[in-house]
């Protein structure tokens, strides 16, 4: 008689890039440490989360500090040290890259992303066969009301110019399928958009409800020039879409030269309108030679893009395994766990993160640390 297949809990790998989170970090480790423990999602799904990667960027607080002393105090606790700071999406990427999780969570450390919504993203994830969770905030964001506005402005002139519906769901709280996570990381070159890069090979995008709580008494570490370059960056990464445009309105301007061109020869010989001497002329070599050139400069944008393509490392193709043997083809437990503990339950109102309680204390001499085996690359071309 053959006894049954014993279904492995989804194990997840935590990356939160720090730059200022001296004060943060530790309550936001302090909702993370449950779920080190294996847990159940609404939907009956076992899950783990097996390691937390806390990427130091090299901010102005004493987040060293911090991060070495919550790697000395939990065992899953695994630091990522950048030798400068070059920004969250970079400092995301390599956390990525050193994952080994089934998923990979990405959170920002100021506290706003509840670790709670983690078991929903994942029965999200599960119940659509998504290997991409956006988290959906179903209030305000806590920016303010200039910032809120300038971040939907801005993901709605990357959808009309780009193409990309994606686009509206980006946000740095997200839930990534592992291998789709650490390929991005693998090939995404400097100047790529993280969330861009990801729906370069994404499979299906897809969002789950959250409640963003405030950012836990700290400035942003962004800037309105710092957003600026941000959204730059967005737009060149987003495609050659912008620059068609370019070509479209350059043939444009032409095919208007050459009617404009007829019109009035047409009305010079047959209705006899007088017209002040040369501006016809004039006005049909504007209008032909400014669609010529409009146009050429388009043929030379879309040459450009395909080498800007090149050089942020999107890819031709991706290998991934077979979606069925992998986290996705897992079936849930007959049994949906019980998840009333308050620390894995997502909370109906928005509440503040916590800031941490006294000193991180270091485990005693001896004490085992495991880190989990990162999986094995994928091929990219």
């Not at 609404?42 to 987040?63: M, T």
């Not at 066969?129 to 303010?144: C, F, I, K, S, W």
């Not at 409800?209 to 405030?214: D, H, N, Q």
Request: proline fraction near 8%; charged fraction near 15%.
């Amino acid at each position: 008689m053959t006894e049954p297949t014993t279904v492995p809990p989804h194990a997840i790998s935590v990356v939160v890039p720090v730059y200022q989170g001296a004060r943060t970090l530790p309550g936001l480790l302090a909702e993370l440490v449950p779920l080190a423990e294996e847990f159940g999602t609404p939907q009956g799904h076992r899950a783990k989360v097996v390691e937390i990667l806390l990427v130091d960027d090299n901010g102005p607080d004493s987040s060293a500090t911090v991060i070495r002393e919550l790697a000395a105090r939990y065992p899953f606790v695994r630091a990522v040290w950048l030798s400068r700071n070059f920004g969250q999406h970079p400092a995301t990427l390599a956390g990525m890259a050193s994952s080994g999780g089934d998923w990979i969570v990405t959170m920002d450390e100021d506290g706003q992303h509840d670790p709670a919504a983690i078991a929903a993203m994942l029965d999200v994830a599960m119940a659509q066969q998504a290997d991409l969770v956006y988290a959906h905030p179903t209030n305000r964001p806590p920016h303010g009301a200039v910032r809120n506005l300038a971040s939907v402005l801005a993901k709605r002139v990357i959808v009309a110019s780009a193409g990309s519906r994606a686009a509206r769901d980006f946000h740095s709280y997200r839930l990534v399928l592992g291998e789709v996570g650490r390929s991005v990381a693998a090939y995404a070159g400097a100047g790529a958009y993280l969330d861009v890069a990801m729906s370069w090979v994404a499979r299906r995008i897809v969002t789950c409800p959250v409640i963003l709580r405030e950012e836990g008494g700290r400035p942003s570490g962004y800037s309105y020039r710092s957003l600026s370059s941000h959204f730059w960056r967005m737009v060149i990464s987003s495609g050659t879409r912008g620059l068609r445009i370019v070509s479209m309105l350059g043939a444009l301007f032409a095919v208007g030269g050459f009617g404009l061109a007829i019109y009035l020869l047409v009305v010079r010989l047959f209705f006899d309108v007088d017209t002040p001497a040369g501006w016809p002329s004039l006005m049909v070599v504007l209008l032909v030679c400014c669609g010529a050139i409009l146009f050429s400069l388009g043929v030379i944008a879309e040459y450009i893009g395909v080498n800007v393509n090149m050089a942020m490392g999107r890819p031709l193709y991706l290998i991934v395994s077979d979606p069925a043997s992998g986290p996705l083809g897992r079936a849930a437990a007959e049994t949906p766990a019980p998840t009333d503990s308050a620390a894995r339950r997502v909370p109906a109102e928005p509440a503040t993160a916590r800031d941490a309680a006294g000193p991180v204390r270091a485990p005693a001499p001896g004490a085992p640390a495991t880190e989990p085996q990162p999986h094995p690359e994928r091929v990219v071309r």
